[in-house]
């Protein structure tokens, strides 16, 4: 039972956190390519703030691996 709910946090933290991603990009990449399409020259932004939102699914994989790794070998 303990391992199966370790395993069930760790799915949330990843899941979770790319549901979220998903929103923001959609989200940001929408206004962002709304922006390019007026100014050609803020593609560089565009692109950086499209990339922004990743860092949120790395970090939903970093404490899905240390649930794992700290609660699981317990």
Known sequence: MELGL???GAGL???LSALA???AQARIGAA???AVAE???LIGR???LVAIP???VILG???AAMIILLLGGA
Do not use: D, Q
Request: glycine content about 12%; charged content about 10%.
């Open 32 to 34: 962002a390519m709304g």
């Open 39 to 41: 100014k050609p020259e």
């Open 54 to 56: 990743e860092t949120l």
């Open 21 to 23: 991603t998903g929103y």
């Open 46 to 48: 565009a692109i950086l």
């Open 13 to 15: 933290a990843v899941g």
């Open 61 to 63: 994989f970093a404490v």
């Open 6 to 8: 370790i395993a069930l």
